[in-house]
């Protein structure tokens, strides 16, 4: 029996999806735009420059998964030969566009109800929550309340946040509540313990994640986050290819948020490792070292975090290219019957408004020594990543979605 990878490129979306005009989301296009500031030197920095260099991405058959996408082939990236792997890209049919819809529906279980989300207003969140929180877990206060980006909020309340002892409350479009809290003067397993709070209180409001959001430093110039955050999510809502796969005893390997993503519903064994490199890093030891029947996820999280929501182009050319570098070391471990699939969960274009995430298709890429190449097409749904990833695993009884009209069959391996 063989084993699967799955490999998501948090946030490299392939252009605006059917229904992105609905999320504000028409014209979004992740990979597309990055190519294109590349092509006219824009996205020039200490770290890269010139056109978009993801040959190795491009061989498997990204380009061509985003040219089919958007409609026109990604400027100054070759297309010079015919890609080795499957290729296309699917299409979210979850009613968000956020990390554990992307996620579940990659693992067969669209989201079909609608997240709680707060309203942009100061305050943003309910009275009734803010006071029960301050009540259960002895806090002085909160400041923030508001709609913000990590790192501004950050910068801009974490001495007050020091000298006063109240956490740093805020959310964003997706459905979340983050709560920012320094390492040392708060604490943080006190900051775990208060978003343990928090996410109990707040599920009338059906919020999708508490998320906790530890910083260092001492003044407004030298804080910033470390690797010790913490998603606290609501489980699935249906057992995923995780559960489904674990269940039928195999092995599971969750890498990096993964185990927080799927509330640890199903994960099997987390390896926790924090930014690309070393993601890439634990990739590589559990792909040389897992036996057969081994399902392995994992998420690189900077490409969203670290350069879509801030509005980076040159930052997230910069880590493609570091990760197109990478990926032949992967390549060379993968076995005669494996599967791997490269893929990602919604867009964050760094060069639309705002520092939210997009609404966008995604690529689907299957490469493995016995994969057949050539085009799968538009997929209808992200779950036919989980589908395929199912037959191969010869899991018998997937999720009810393979049989609705209309939804994935999986694609040919």
């Not at 067969?108 to 109800?113: D, T």
């Not at 699935?236 to 674990?246: F, G, Q, S, W």
């Not at 350069?307 to 471990?333: Q, S, T, V």
């Amino acid at each position: 029996m063989s084993r699967a990878f799955l490999l998501v490129l948090d946030s490299l979306g392939v252009g605006a999806a059917p229904d992105a005009e609905t999320f504000g989301d028409a014209g979004s296009d992740t990979l597309g735009h990055i190519a294109e500031a590349c092509a006219r030197g824009d996205a020039n920095s200490a770290n890269r420059s010139g056109p978009l260099n993801l040959v190795n991405l491009t061989r498997l058959g990204l380009s061509a998964a985003a040219a089919a996408s958007r409609g026109k082939p990604l400027p100054g990236v070759c297309e010079s030969h015919t890609p080795t792997g499957l290729y296309g890209f699917a299409s979210e049919q979850s009613l968000g566009k956020d990390t554990p819809s992307g996620h579940w529906e990659l693992a067969g279980v669209p989201v079909r109800f609608p997240w709680g989300y707060f309203p942009r207003t100061v305050p943003t969140f309910p009275a009734p929550l803010i006071d029960a929180v301050i009540r259960e877990a002895g806090l002085p206060g909160i400041l923030g309340d508001c709609h913000a980006s990590g790192t501004e909020i950050i910068a801009a309340l974490g001495q007050a946040h020091i000298e006063t002892g109240k956490p740093i409350f805020y959310t964003s479009a997706d459905s979340v509540l983050q709560i920012a809290a320094h390492e040392t003067h708060f604490g943080l397993e006190r900051l775990y313990d208060l978003c343990g709070i928090a996410r109990r209180l707040i599920e009338p409001y059906n919020i999708a994640r508490v998320i906790a959001r530890p910083f260092v430093g001492e003044d407004a110039d030298g804080f910033h986050r470390t690797g010790n955050r913490k998603d606290l999510a609501v489980p699935p809502p249906a057992p995923t290819l995780l559960a489904l796969h674990e269940a039928a005893g195999g092995s599971v390997i969750s890498i990096g948020k993964i185990g927080d993503i799927y509330a640890h519903q199903g994960t099997g064994r987390e390896v926790k490792a924090d930014g690309n490199a070393a993601l890439f890093d634990c990739l590589l030891a559990e792909t040389e070292a897992v036996p057969d029947n081994a399902l392995v996820l994992v998420n690189f999280v900077d490409f969203d975090m670290l350069y879509g929501h801030r509005r980076d182009i040159a930052g997230y050319a910069a880590a493609l290219e570091a990760f197109d570098r990478w990926l032949p070391r992967f390549e060379a471990l993968v076995r005669p019957g494996d599967l791997a699939v490269i893929t990602a969960d919604h867009g964050c274009d760094p060069s639309w408004p705002g520092s939210d995430h997009t609404r966008e298709n995604v690529p689907v890429i299957g490469f493995g020594p016995d994969v057949t190449a050539g085009y799968i097409g538009h997929r209808e749904s992200f779950a036919d990543v989980g589908q395929s990833l199912a037959m191969h695993l010869q899991l018998v009884h997937f999720p009810i979605w393979v049989n609705l009209r209309g939804f994935p069959t999986g694609f040919r391996i």
